[in-house]
């Protein structure tokens, strides 16, 4: 069992959690997720790690309700226990394994919307740690949704926070306060892109006429997380990837977003799910070795 140490509700429907979790901890690197279970019938929820201490032996994560798992998640209070807590799963951030000479020398742009915060959280606070200052934008559509700000400000070298409807900060989505950093004079080596969908996808075709690479990370389509059930299916590059397997994260210019996106939407119904199977074949799983659709 898993001990929850600490809870907070950071805004509407969007929760933090401690967890003890020392095995975890000791091996986490920033861009990786774990795989929790409230008990031993209940539904595997991937989520990305927005923090981890590999002294204290904690990892926390920050989730949104979504649907039956999440909210049996939401009522779990400090000293309850998480049945399983599996991690770390998947690849860490390119820029981790970068000579760090190298690494010091780029100028990097973080973009978060939403919930995304969380997973981009840890990655500039491994920079900030090595004495890398990056740029951080953060959106969200309302003050009130706004997560991590003061967590935010301590680890970045500028952060920039915006609101869609303009209730706090600069107003506007985010690709406007890219295009306005740009006009500025500000340069970018690299982008890293982390939230919603359709936010990623804009945010892509917005650096692609900037000729910025940029890096997104697909954990909002993922559901299984070990690459069995199909879900994070998506081209890369006109390749067949898994987001949970081969990813999360991915060279954002080469993702077919819009074919990610109507999957999404298909994936949702037993009907859908089946229509999938049946067409994608063997290629219809990821490569997580037990299930066979990888052979």
Same mark, same amino acid.
Not at 15 to 39: H, L, N, S, W
Not at 226 to 251: N, S
């Given at each position: @069992?898993? #001990? %929850?140490?600490?809870?907070?509700?950071?805004? !509407?429907?969007?929760?933090?959690?401690?967890?003890?979790?020392?095995?975890?901890? $000791?091996?986490? #690197?920033?861009?990786?997720?774990? *795989?929790?279970?409230?008990?031993?019938?209940?539904?595997?929820?991937? +989520?990305?790690?927005?923090?981890?201490?590999?002294?204290?032996? /904690?990892?926390? %994560?920050?989730?949104?309700?979504?649907?039956?798992?999440? &909210?049996?998640?939401?009522?779990?209070?400090?000293?309850?226990?998480?049945?399983?807590?599996?991690?770390?799963?998947?690849?860490? =951030?390119?820029?981790?394994?970068?000579?760090?000479?190298? +690494?010091?020398?780029? $100028?990097?742009?973080?973009? !978060?919307?939403?919930?995304?915060?969380?997973?981009?959280?840890? &990655?500039?606070?491994?920079?900030?740690?090595?004495?890398?200052?990056?740029?951080?934008?953060?959106?969200?559509?309302? $003050?009130?949704?706004?997560?991590?700000?003061?967590? @935010?400000?301590?680890?970045?070298?500028?952060?920039?926070? /915006?609101?869609?409807?303009?209730?706090?900060?600069?107003?506007?989505?985010?690709?406007?306060?890219?295009?306005?950093?740009?006009?500025?004079?500000?340069?970018?080596?690299?982008?890293?892109? *982390?939230?919603? @969908?359709?936010?990623?996808?804009?945010?892509?075709? +917005? /650096? #692609?006429?900037?000729? +910025?690479? /940029? *890096?997104? =990370?697909?954990?909002? *389509?993922?559901?299984?997380?070990?690459? @069995?059930?199909?879900?994070?299916?998506?081209?890369?590059?006109?390749?067949?990837?898994?987001?949970?397997?081969?990813?999360?994260?991915?060279?954002?210019? &080469?993702?077919?977003?819009?074919?990610?996106?109507?999957?999404?939407?298909?994936?949702?119904?037993?009907?859908?799910?089946?229509?999938? $199977?049946?067409?994608?074949?063997?290629?219809?799983?990821?490569?997580?070795?037990?299930?066979?659709?990888?052979?």
């Amino acid at each position: @069992m898993y #001990k %929850i140490l600490e809870t907070k509700e950071l805004a !509407a429907n969007i929760f933090y959690m401690v967890v003890e979790a020392k095995r975890v901890a $000791k091996a986490c #690197k920033p861009g990786q997720f774990v *795989i929790v279970r409230t008990d031993e019938e209940a539904e595997r929820i991937p +989520l990305t790690i927005c923090d981890y201490d590999a002294e204290k032996g /904690t990892v926390t %994560i920050v989730f949104q309700i979504v649907g039956a798992g999440t &909210q049996i998640m939401s009522s779990l209070k400090a000293g309850d226990s998480f049945h399983d807590f599996v991690g770390p799963l998947g690849c860490p =951030s390119e820029f981790v394994e970068e000579e760090m000479e190298a +690494l010091k020398k780029k $100028k990097m742009l973080f973009v !978060a919307g939403g919930v995304g915060t969380a997973p981009v959280y840890p &990655q500039v606070k491994w920079l900030h740690e090595r004495g890398i200052d990056a740029d951080v934008i953060v959106g969200a559509k309302t $003050k009130d949704l706004l997560i991590l700000e003061e967590e @935010m400000k301590n680890v970045a070298g500028n952060l920039y926070v /915006t609101t869609d409807d303009g209730s706090y900060g600069r107003s506007g989505m985010v690709t406007q306060t890219i295009t306005d950093l740009v006009n500025e004079g500000n340069h970018y080596d690299v982008c890293v892109a *982390i939230g919603p @969908m359709i936010m990623m996808k804009f945010v892509c075709k +917005l /650096t #692609k006429e900037l000729g +910025l690479p /940029t *890096i997104v =990370s697909l954990n909002p *389509i993922m559901v299984d997380g070990t690459g @069995m059930c199909g879900a994070c299916r998506v081209t890369v590059g006109g390749k067949v990837k898994f987001a949970c397997v081969d990813g999360p994260e991915f060279d954002g210019h &080469q993702v077919n977003f819009d074919e990610a996106m109507q999957r999404q939407q298909i994936y949702k119904t037993a009907e859908g799910r089946a229509f999938l $199977k049946a067409k994608e074949g063997d290629t219809h799983h990821g490569g997580c070795g037990n299930c066979g659709g990888d052979k």
